[in-house]
Protein backbone atom coordinates (compact mmCIF):
# COMPACT_ATOMS: atom_id res chain seq x y z
CA UNK A 1 0.00 0.00 0.00
CA UNK A 2 1.72 3.37 -1.09
CA UNK A 3 1.69 6.31 1.44
CA UNK A 4 -0.81 8.10 -0.40
CA UNK A 5 -3.63 5.46 -0.21
CA UNK A 6 -2.64 4.81 3.66
CA UNK A 7 -3.22 8.51 4.32
CA UNK A 8 -6.57 8.35 1.84
CA UNK A 9 -7.45 5.36 4.13
CA UNK A 10 -6.54 7.08 7.50
CA UNK A 11 -8.67 10.49 6.41
CA UNK A 12 -11.76 8.17 5.45
CA UNK A 13 -11.20 6.04 9.01
CA UNK A 14 -11.63 9.67 10.53
CA UNK A 15 -14.70 10.23 8.86
CA UNK A 16 -16.24 7.06 10.34
CA UNK A 17 -15.56 7.38 13.44
CA UNK A 18 -17.11 11.11 13.07
CA UNK A 19 -20.38 8.88 11.97
CA UNK A 20 -20.09 9.25 8.21
CA UNK A 21 -19.80 7.33 5.39
CA UNK A 22 -17.16 8.38 2.41
CA UNK A 23 -19.65 9.10 0.06
CA UNK A 24 -17.50 11.51 -2.00
CA UNK A 25 -14.90 10.21 -4.38
CA UNK A 26 -11.11 11.14 -3.40
CA UNK A 27 -9.86 12.09 -7.28
CA UNK A 28 -7.86 15.54 -6.50
CA UNK A 29 -4.23 15.80 -6.43
CA UNK A 30 -1.87 18.18 -4.71
CA UNK A 31 -1.74 20.68 -7.32
CA UNK A 32 -5.05 19.82 -8.36
CA UNK A 33 -6.45 21.17 -4.44
CA UNK A 34 -3.25 23.87 -4.09
CA UNK A 35 -5.23 25.19 -7.73
CA UNK A 36 -8.46 25.41 -6.36
CA UNK A 37 -7.37 27.27 -3.23
CA UNK A 38 -5.26 29.80 -5.85
CA UNK A 39 -8.37 30.31 -7.71
CA UNK A 40 -10.59 30.89 -5.44
CA UNK A 41 -8.53 33.62 -4.47
CA UNK A 42 -7.73 34.49 -8.09
CA UNK A 43 -4.85 37.07 -8.59
CA UNK A 44 -6.00 38.06 -11.96
CA UNK A 45 -9.85 38.53 -11.29
CA UNK A 46 -8.97 40.24 -7.82
CA UNK A 47 -6.78 42.71 -9.34
CA UNK A 48 -8.46 43.32 -12.87
CA UNK A 49 -11.89 43.56 -10.81
CA UNK A 50 -10.44 46.52 -7.97
CA UNK A 51 -7.38 48.13 -9.15
CA UNK A 52 -9.60 51.12 -10.59
CA UNK A 53 -10.68 51.41 -7.21
CA UNK A 54 -7.61 51.94 -5.90
CA UNK A 55 -6.47 54.41 -8.18
CA UNK A 56 -9.65 56.38 -7.78
CA UNK A 57 -9.60 56.01 -4.01
CA UNK A 58 -5.83 56.35 -2.80
CA UNK A 59 -3.98 57.26 -6.37
CA UNK A 60 -1.33 54.62 -7.29
CA UNK A 61 0.57 54.87 -3.80
CA UNK A 62 -2.28 52.84 -2.36
CA UNK A 63 -0.77 49.69 -3.92
CA UNK A 64 1.47 49.11 -1.39
CA UNK A 65 -1.19 47.96 1.40
CA UNK A 66 -1.39 45.04 -0.58
CA UNK A 67 1.58 43.91 1.27
CA UNK A 68 -0.21 44.65 4.67
CA UNK A 69 -2.88 42.45 3.87
CA UNK A 70 -0.87 39.77 2.60
CA UNK A 71 1.22 38.91 5.95
CA UNK A 72 -2.24 39.25 8.05
CA UNK A 73 -4.39 37.18 5.60
CA UNK A 74 -1.04 34.59 5.70
CA UNK A 75 -1.54 34.64 9.63
CA UNK A 76 -5.40 33.53 9.18
CA UNK A 77 -4.04 30.87 6.67
CA UNK A 78 -1.70 29.51 8.85
CA UNK A 79 -4.30 29.31 11.83
CA UNK A 80 -7.04 27.34 9.40
CA UNK A 81 -4.11 25.10 8.24
CA UNK A 82 -3.37 24.25 12.04
CA UNK A 83 -7.17 22.48 11.42
CA UNK A 84 -7.10 21.23 8.11
CA UNK A 85 -4.18 19.44 9.03
CA UNK A 86 -6.11 17.37 12.09
CA UNK A 87 -10.21 17.06 11.16
CA UNK A 88 -10.21 16.21 7.42
CA UNK A 89 -14.00 16.63 7.00
CA UNK A 90 -16.05 18.22 4.64
CA UNK A 91 -17.45 21.51 5.65
CA UNK A 92 -14.36 22.23 7.13
CA UNK A 93 -15.14 25.62 9.40
CA UNK A 94 -18.10 23.87 10.16
CA UNK A 95 -16.94 20.90 11.61
CA UNK A 96 -13.94 22.13 13.36
CA UNK A 97 -16.89 24.59 15.74
CA UNK A 98 -19.71 21.52 16.20
CA UNK A 99 -16.81 19.47 17.05
CA UNK A 100 -14.81 21.62 19.24
CA UNK A 101 -17.03 23.63 20.67
CA UNK A 102 -20.31 22.80 20.11
CA UNK A 103 -23.29 22.14 17.25
CA UNK A 104 -24.40 25.96 18.21
CA UNK A 105 -21.43 27.41 17.47
CA UNK A 106 -20.64 24.96 14.31
CA UNK A 107 -23.85 25.89 12.52
CA UNK A 108 -23.34 29.64 12.77
CA UNK A 109 -19.78 28.95 11.26
CA UNK A 110 -21.22 26.83 8.65
CA UNK A 111 -24.25 29.32 8.35
CA UNK A 112 -21.59 32.43 7.29
CA UNK A 113 -19.49 30.17 5.03
CA UNK A 114 -22.70 29.43 2.95
CA UNK A 115 -23.66 33.07 2.91
CA UNK A 116 -19.93 34.12 2.00
CA UNK A 117 -19.25 31.61 -0.76
CA UNK A 118 -22.68 32.42 -2.32
CA UNK A 119 -22.40 36.16 -2.59
CA UNK A 120 -18.27 35.39 -3.65
CA UNK A 121 -20.35 33.82 -6.63
CA UNK A 122 -22.58 36.32 -7.52
CA UNK A 123 -19.75 38.87 -7.34
CA UNK A 124 -17.65 36.90 -9.22
CA UNK A 125 -19.81 36.25 -12.32
CA UNK A 126 -20.85 40.10 -12.06
CA UNK A 127 -17.48 41.15 -12.46
CA UNK A 128 -17.01 38.32 -15.36
CA UNK A 129 -20.04 40.26 -16.97
CA UNK A 130 -18.99 43.71 -16.53
CA UNK A 131 -15.58 43.99 -16.28
CA UNK A 132 -14.34 41.37 -18.79
CA UNK A 133 -17.33 40.24 -21.44
CA UNK A 134 -18.96 43.14 -21.94
CA UNK A 135 -15.81 44.80 -23.23
CA UNK A 136 -14.06 42.00 -24.50
CA UNK A 137 -17.73 42.24 -27.19
CA UNK A 138 -18.00 46.19 -27.27
CA UNK A 139 -21.43 45.80 -25.37
CA UNK A 140 -22.25 49.28 -23.73
CA UNK A 141 -22.41 49.34 -20.06
CA UNK A 142 -26.03 48.15 -18.63
CA UNK A 143 -26.65 46.90 -15.76
CA UNK A 144 -29.18 44.48 -17.20
CA UNK A 145 -27.20 43.13 -19.30
CA UNK A 146 -24.40 42.31 -17.15
CA UNK A 147 -26.59 40.37 -14.86
CA UNK A 148 -28.12 38.75 -17.39
CA UNK A 149 -24.75 37.56 -18.78
CA UNK A 150 -23.26 36.77 -15.18
CA UNK A 151 -26.69 34.17 -14.80
CA UNK A 152 -25.68 32.64 -18.08
CA UNK A 153 -22.49 31.92 -16.79
CA UNK A 154 -23.44 30.81 -13.33
CA UNK A 155 -26.10 28.25 -14.97
CA UNK A 156 -22.59 26.88 -16.76
CA UNK A 157 -20.88 26.51 -13.78
CA UNK A 158 -23.18 24.99 -11.76
CA UNK A 159 -23.68 22.12 -14.63
CA UNK A 160 -20.08 21.58 -14.51
CA UNK A 161 -20.44 21.64 -10.58
CA UNK A 162 -22.78 19.11 -10.75
CA UNK A 163 -21.37 16.58 -13.42
CA UNK A 164 -17.80 16.28 -11.80
CA UNK A 165 -15.59 17.06 -9.64
CA UNK A 166 -12.39 16.04 -11.60
CA UNK A 167 -13.72 18.33 -14.61
CA UNK A 168 -13.92 21.00 -11.93
CA UNK A 169 -10.24 20.46 -10.67
CA UNK A 170 -8.97 20.30 -14.28
CA UNK A 171 -10.20 23.58 -15.06
CA UNK A 172 -9.14 25.02 -12.43
CA UNK A 173 -5.89 23.89 -12.89
CA UNK A 174 -5.90 24.79 -16.02
CA UNK A 175 -7.36 28.34 -14.56
CA UNK A 176 -4.14 28.26 -12.36
CA UNK A 177 -2.10 27.96 -15.48
CA UNK A 178 -3.79 30.64 -17.16
CA UNK A 179 -3.36 33.27 -14.59
CA UNK A 180 -0.05 32.79 -14.12
CA UNK A 181 0.62 33.79 -18.02
CA UNK A 182 -1.84 36.60 -17.26
CA UNK A 183 0.30 37.87 -14.05
CA UNK A 184 3.81 36.75 -14.85
CA UNK A 185 3.77 36.89 -18.75
CA UNK A 186 1.96 40.61 -19.00
CA UNK A 187 4.22 41.86 -16.29
CA UNK A 188 6.90 40.94 -17.92
CA UNK A 189 5.95 42.34 -21.23
CA UNK A 190 4.81 45.37 -19.48
CA UNK A 191 8.19 46.18 -17.85
CA UNK A 192 9.39 45.93 -21.18
CA UNK A 193 7.52 47.88 -23.25
CA UNK A 194 8.03 50.62 -20.91
CA UNK A 195 11.37 50.57 -20.38
CA UNK A 196 12.12 49.99 -24.26
CA UNK A 197 10.05 53.51 -25.13
CA UNK A 198 12.26 54.73 -21.59
CA UNK A 199 8.64 55.77 -20.24
CA UNK A 200 9.47 54.06 -17.10
CA UNK A 201 6.97 55.92 -14.87
CA UNK A 202 8.39 54.95 -11.18
CA UNK A 203 7.41 58.07 -9.72
CA UNK A 204 3.55 56.48 -10.27
CA UNK A 205 4.46 54.11 -7.45
CA UNK A 206 4.14 56.81 -4.90
CA UNK A 207 2.11 59.17 -6.42
CA UNK A 208 -1.63 59.75 -4.89
CA UNK A 209 -3.11 60.88 -8.86
CA UNK A 210 -6.28 62.04 -8.82
CA UNK A 211 -6.62 61.57 -4.60
CA UNK A 212 -4.44 64.47 -4.42
CA UNK A 213 -6.20 66.89 -3.05
CA UNK A 214 -9.00 64.66 -1.73
CA UNK A 215 -10.66 65.30 1.92
CA UNK A 216 -10.55 62.75 4.94
CA UNK A 217 -7.57 61.18 3.05
CA UNK A 218 -5.76 59.22 5.72
CA UNK A 219 -8.93 59.31 7.58
CA UNK A 220 -11.63 56.61 9.09
CA UNK A 221 -13.39 55.63 6.29
CA UNK A 222 -10.91 57.41 3.70
CA UNK A 223 -9.06 56.87 0.59
CA UNK A 224 -6.24 55.80 1.61
CA UNK A 225 -8.01 52.88 3.85
CA UNK A 226 -10.66 52.21 0.66
CA UNK A 227 -7.33 51.48 -1.15
CA UNK A 228 -7.54 48.00 1.09
CA UNK A 229 -10.14 46.80 -0.63
CA UNK A 230 -8.08 45.25 -3.76
CA UNK A 231 -5.77 42.94 -0.96
CA UNK A 232 -8.85 41.93 0.98
CA UNK A 233 -11.28 41.16 -1.98
CA UNK A 234 -8.39 39.57 -3.77
CA UNK A 235 -6.52 37.52 -0.75
CA UNK A 236 -9.92 35.85 0.85
CA UNK A 237 -11.11 32.24 -0.17
CA UNK A 238 -7.65 30.15 0.33
CA UNK A 239 -9.94 27.82 2.51
CA UNK A 240 -11.78 26.53 0.40
CA UNK A 241 -9.54 23.48 -0.07
CA UNK A 242 -10.64 22.71 3.39
CA UNK A 243 -14.10 22.18 2.11
CA UNK A 244 -12.63 19.66 -0.34
CA UNK A 245 -11.21 17.87 2.35
CA UNK A 246 -13.49 14.66 1.75
CA UNK A 247 -12.36 14.39 -2.11
CA UNK A 248 -8.30 15.23 -1.74
CA UNK A 249 -5.95 11.73 -1.76
CA UNK A 250 -3.86 13.12 0.66
CA UNK A 251 -5.77 15.99 2.71
CA UNK A 252 -3.41 16.14 6.20
CA UNK A 253 -1.02 17.29 3.97
CA UNK A 254 -2.03 18.49 0.60
CA UNK A 255 -4.54 21.13 2.12
CA UNK A 256 -2.98 22.99 4.74
CA UNK A 257 0.16 23.24 1.85
CA UNK A 258 -2.36 24.52 -0.47
CA UNK A 259 -4.18 27.14 1.98
CA UNK A 260 -0.51 28.41 2.87
CA UNK A 261 0.98 28.06 -0.25
CA UNK A 262 -1.70 29.43 -2.02
CA UNK A 263 -1.54 32.52 0.12
CA UNK A 264 2.27 33.13 -0.63
CA UNK A 265 2.14 32.60 -4.20
CA UNK A 266 -1.27 34.92 -4.77
CA UNK A 267 0.20 37.61 -2.50
CA UNK A 268 3.47 37.93 -4.17
CA UNK A 269 2.86 37.47 -7.77
CA UNK A 270 -0.10 39.88 -6.94
CA UNK A 271 2.41 42.70 -5.84
CA UNK A 272 4.42 42.27 -8.53
CA UNK A 273 1.97 42.56 -11.06
CA UNK A 274 0.06 45.75 -9.33
CA UNK A 275 3.73 47.16 -9.25
CA UNK A 276 4.10 46.58 -13.50
CA UNK A 277 1.01 47.89 -14.16
CA UNK A 278 1.40 50.78 -11.90
CA UNK A 279 4.78 52.27 -13.50
CA UNK A 280 3.28 51.42 -17.15
CA UNK A 281 0.62 54.15 -16.79
CA UNK A 282 1.39 57.37 -18.64
CA UNK A 283 -1.43 59.01 -17.68
CA UNK A 284 -2.72 58.58 -14.18
CA UNK A 285 -6.50 61.01 -14.49
CA UNK A 286 -7.50 58.81 -17.69
CA UNK A 287 -6.66 55.60 -16.68
CA UNK A 288 -7.89 56.26 -13.33
CA UNK A 289 -11.02 57.68 -14.93
CA UNK A 290 -11.52 54.22 -16.65
CA UNK A 291 -13.78 51.20 -15.06
CA UNK A 292 -11.37 48.98 -16.80
CA UNK A 293 -8.21 50.33 -16.06
CA UNK A 294 -6.12 47.41 -16.33
CA UNK A 295 -7.16 46.55 -19.67
CA UNK A 296 -6.48 50.22 -20.90
CA UNK A 297 -2.98 50.20 -19.12
CA UNK A 298 -2.43 47.15 -21.59
CA UNK A 299 -3.87 48.58 -24.16
CA UNK A 300 -1.46 51.47 -24.54
CA UNK A 301 1.90 49.96 -23.68
CA UNK A 302 0.88 46.62 -25.59
CA UNK A 303 -1.83 47.22 -28.43
CA UNK A 304 -5.40 45.95 -28.67
CA UNK A 305 -4.36 42.33 -29.85
CA UNK A 306 -3.07 42.12 -26.61
CA UNK A 307 -5.88 43.59 -24.72
CA UNK A 308 -7.93 41.54 -26.43
CA UNK A 309 -6.38 38.08 -25.63
CA UNK A 310 -5.67 39.33 -21.91
CA UNK A 311 -10.12 39.61 -21.92
CA UNK A 312 -9.92 36.01 -23.36
CA UNK A 313 -7.90 34.95 -20.70
CA UNK A 314 -9.52 37.08 -18.14
CA UNK A 315 -12.90 35.53 -18.64
CA UNK A 316 -11.61 31.86 -18.24
CA UNK A 317 -9.90 33.04 -14.93
CA UNK A 318 -13.32 34.40 -14.01
CA UNK A 319 -15.54 31.13 -14.47
CA UNK A 320 -12.63 29.15 -12.78
CA UNK A 321 -13.13 31.34 -9.86
CA UNK A 322 -16.53 31.31 -9.88
CA UNK A 323 -16.10 27.55 -10.52
CA UNK A 324 -14.57 27.06 -7.20
CA UNK A 325 -17.19 28.15 -4.68
CA UNK A 326 -20.15 26.84 -6.64
CA UNK A 327 -17.99 23.20 -6.16
CA UNK A 328 -17.09 24.01 -2.38
CA UNK A 329 -20.49 25.80 -1.21
CA UNK A 330 -22.59 22.62 -2.10
CA UNK A 331 -20.03 20.67 0.14
CA UNK A 332 -20.81 22.66 3.04
CA UNK A 333 -24.76 22.76 2.75
CA UNK A 334 -24.10 18.67 2.48
CA UNK A 335 -21.70 18.76 5.58
CA UNK A 336 -24.68 20.28 7.50
CA UNK A 337 -27.58 18.50 6.03
CA UNK A 338 -25.79 14.99 6.98
CA UNK A 339 -26.02 16.32 10.44
CA UNK A 340 -29.94 17.27 9.44
CA UNK A 341 -29.13 20.57 10.61
CA UNK A 342 -29.88 22.37 7.22
CA UNK A 343 -33.40 23.71 6.12
CA UNK A 344 -34.59 20.83 3.25
CA UNK A 345 -31.73 18.28 4.69
CA UNK A 346 -33.25 15.17 3.56
CA UNK A 347 -33.02 16.00 -0.27
CA UNK A 348 -29.87 18.51 0.62
CA UNK A 349 -27.61 15.89 1.56
CA UNK A 350 -28.00 13.52 -1.51
CA UNK A 351 -25.04 12.36 -3.01
CA UNK A 352 -25.84 11.36 -6.77
CA UNK A 353 -24.58 7.73 -6.99
CA UNK A 354 -23.33 8.14 -10.97
CA UNK A 355 -21.59 11.63 -10.54
CA UNK A 356 -21.05 11.43 -6.85
CA UNK A 357 -21.61 14.96 -6.53
CA UNK A 358 -24.07 16.68 -4.54
CA UNK A 359 -26.65 17.62 -6.83
CA UNK A 360 -29.65 19.00 -4.74
CA UNK A 361 -27.36 21.15 -2.51
CA UNK A 362 -25.57 22.61 -5.73
CA UNK A 363 -28.97 23.64 -7.51
CA UNK A 364 -29.54 25.42 -4.24
CA UNK A 365 -26.49 27.53 -4.34
CA UNK A 366 -27.23 28.42 -7.70
CA UNK A 367 -30.90 29.73 -6.98
CA UNK A 368 -29.72 32.08 -3.62
CA UNK A 369 -26.53 32.94 -6.46
CA UNK A 370 -29.57 34.36 -8.53
CA UNK A 371 -31.88 35.66 -6.13
CA UNK A 372 -29.02 37.94 -5.04
CA UNK A 373 -27.87 38.96 -8.52
CA UNK A 374 -31.80 40.09 -9.17
CA UNK A 375 -32.24 41.64 -5.92
CA UNK A 376 -29.59 44.05 -5.72
CA UNK A 377 -29.71 47.58 -6.59
CA UNK A 378 -28.08 49.66 -8.43
CA UNK A 379 -24.08 49.04 -9.12
CA UNK A 380 -24.40 44.91 -7.46
CA UNK A 381 -20.45 44.47 -8.29
CA UNK A 382 -19.21 46.79 -5.39
CA UNK A 383 -22.22 45.54 -2.57
CA UNK A 384 -21.18 42.13 -3.27
CA UNK A 385 -17.55 42.44 -2.90
CA UNK A 386 -17.81 44.25 0.27
CA UNK A 387 -21.03 42.28 1.89
CA UNK A 388 -18.27 39.08 1.25
CA UNK A 389 -15.80 40.88 2.93
CA UNK A 390 -17.56 41.56 5.79
CA UNK A 391 -19.17 37.97 6.08
CA UNK A 392 -15.77 36.20 5.09
CA UNK A 393 -13.80 38.17 8.13
CA UNK A 394 -16.76 37.27 10.71
CA UNK A 395 -15.80 33.87 9.86
CA UNK A 396 -12.22 34.01 10.26
CA UNK A 397 -12.32 36.10 13.07
CA UNK A 398 -14.58 33.38 14.83
CA UNK A 399 -12.21 30.55 13.66
CA UNK A 400 -9.23 32.10 14.82
CA UNK A 401 -11.34 32.60 18.82
CA UNK A 402 -12.18 28.87 18.38
CA UNK A 403 -8.57 27.62 17.46
CA UNK A 404 -7.33 29.92 20.53
CA UNK A 405 -9.83 27.92 22.91
CA UNK A 406 -9.23 24.41 21.77
CA UNK A 407 -5.75 24.26 20.45
CA UNK A 408 -4.85 22.14 23.52
CA UNK A 409 -7.13 19.62 22.30
CA UNK A 410 -6.10 18.88 18.82
CA UNK A 411 -3.78 16.27 18.31
CA UNK A 412 -0.55 15.99 16.53
CA UNK A 413 -0.06 14.03 13.36
CA UNK A 414 3.45 12.97 11.94
CA UNK A 415 3.96 15.07 8.87
CA UNK A 416 1.32 16.82 9.58
CA UNK A 417 1.41 20.60 9.35
CA UNK A 418 1.93 21.86 12.49
CA UNK A 419 3.26 25.91 13.97
CA UNK A 420 4.82 24.45 17.14
CA UNK A 421 5.43 27.76 19.91
CA UNK A 422 4.90 30.23 17.14
CA UNK A 423 0.56 29.01 17.29
CA UNK A 424 -0.28 31.75 20.13
CA UNK A 425 1.53 34.30 18.76
CA UNK A 426 0.49 33.58 15.38
CA UNK A 427 -3.39 33.14 16.32
CA UNK A 428 -3.21 36.57 18.65
CA UNK A 429 -2.03 38.26 15.23
CA UNK A 430 -4.65 36.61 12.73
CA UNK A 431 -6.89 38.08 15.27
CA UNK A 432 -6.05 41.31 15.57
CA UNK A 433 -5.48 41.74 12.06
CA UNK A 434 -9.06 40.67 11.89
CA UNK A 435 -10.69 43.47 14.18
CA UNK A 436 -9.06 45.83 12.17
CA UNK A 437 -10.35 44.53 8.83
CA UNK A 438 -13.53 44.03 9.90
CA UNK A 439 -13.30 47.97 11.04
CA UNK A 440 -11.84 48.94 7.70
CA UNK A 441 -14.40 47.21 5.53
CA UNK A 442 -17.79 48.47 8.02
CA UNK A 443 -16.62 51.97 7.98
CA UNK A 444 -16.56 53.44 4.90
CA UNK A 445 -20.20 55.38 3.87
CA UNK A 446 -21.06 53.24 0.92
CA UNK A 447 -21.04 50.06 2.92
CA UNK A 448 -24.10 50.69 4.11
CA UNK A 449 -26.02 48.11 1.87
CA UNK A 450 -23.45 45.90 2.19
CA UNK A 451 -23.82 45.66 6.02
CA UNK A 452 -27.35 45.59 5.96
CA UNK A 453 -27.61 42.35 3.34
CA UNK A 454 -24.76 40.48 6.21
CA UNK A 455 -27.21 41.82 9.01
CA UNK A 456 -30.20 40.46 6.71
CA UNK A 457 -27.87 37.14 6.49
CA UNK A 458 -27.39 36.37 10.19
CA UNK A 459 -30.73 37.29 10.78
CA UNK A 460 -32.12 34.42 8.79
CA UNK A 461 -29.94 32.20 10.18
CA UNK A 462 -30.34 32.98 13.45
CA UNK A 463 -34.26 32.24 13.02
CA UNK A 464 -33.62 28.70 11.76
CA UNK A 465 -31.25 28.21 14.71
CA UNK A 466 -33.58 29.24 17.36
CA UNK A 467 -36.34 26.54 15.58
CA UNK A 468 -33.57 24.13 15.65
CA UNK A 469 -32.97 25.26 19.25
CA UNK A 470 -36.58 24.66 20.44
CA UNK A 471 -37.84 22.02 18.04
CA UNK A 472 -35.74 19.77 17.03
CA UNK A 473 -33.00 20.32 20.28
CA UNK A 474 -31.95 16.93 19.79
CA UNK A 475 -29.95 17.30 16.41
CA UNK A 476 -28.21 20.72 18.40
CA UNK A 477 -27.30 18.60 21.23
CA UNK A 478 -24.61 15.52 20.44
CA UNK A 479 -21.80 15.23 17.26
CA UNK A 480 -22.33 12.44 15.10
CA UNK A 481 -19.91 9.75 15.19
CA UNK A 482 -17.02 9.15 18.38
CA UNK A 483 -15.98 12.37 20.37
CA UNK A 484 -12.62 11.57 19.09
CA UNK A 485 -11.12 14.61 20.16
CA UNK A 486 -11.70 13.41 23.90
CA UNK A 487 -9.88 10.46 23.31
CA UNK A 488 -7.29 12.20 21.96
CA UNK A 489 -7.15 14.27 25.35
CA UNK A 490 -7.39 11.38 27.30
CA UNK A 491 -4.78 9.02 25.56
CA UNK A 492 -2.70 12.60 26.25
CA UNK A 493 -3.41 12.40 30.13
CA UNK A 494 -2.26 9.00 30.64
Given amino acids: MTELSTSAQVADEICEECGYEPELKRTLGSFQVFAISFASMSVAIGIFSTYD ?15 IVLVGQLLIALVYAQFAARIPLTGSSYQWGSRLASPKIGWMFGWLAICGAAIGIAAIDSALASQAFMPLFGIPANEGTARLIALIALAIQTVVAIYSTRIVGLINSAAVGLELVIVVGLGIALVI ?144 SRDERFPGYRLLRRVNPRTQTPIPATILIFAVAVVLMVALPGAALLQLIQASA ?101 EVTK
Avoid at 205 to 218: C, K, M, Q, T, V
Avoid at 223 to 249: C, D, H, Q, S
Avoid at 268 to 285: E, K, M, P, R
Fill in 193 to 336: AVVARGSLSTSNLFSRGIAEHAPNYFGVGGGLMLAMLMGLATLVGFEAAANMAEEAKDPFRSVPRAMIGSVLASGVLGLLFVIALTVSIQDIARVSASESSVALIIHDQLGSVVERLLLVGIIFAFFGGGLVPMATCPRIVFAM
Fill in 53 to 67: DVLQNSGPVGIWLWI
Fill in 390 to 490: IVGTLLYGMTVVLYLGVRKRLDRRESGFELGRFEVPVAVGALVWVAAVLFIVISPSNSRVAVLITVGLLVVGGVYLAYLWFAKREVLDQEPGEDIFNTVDE
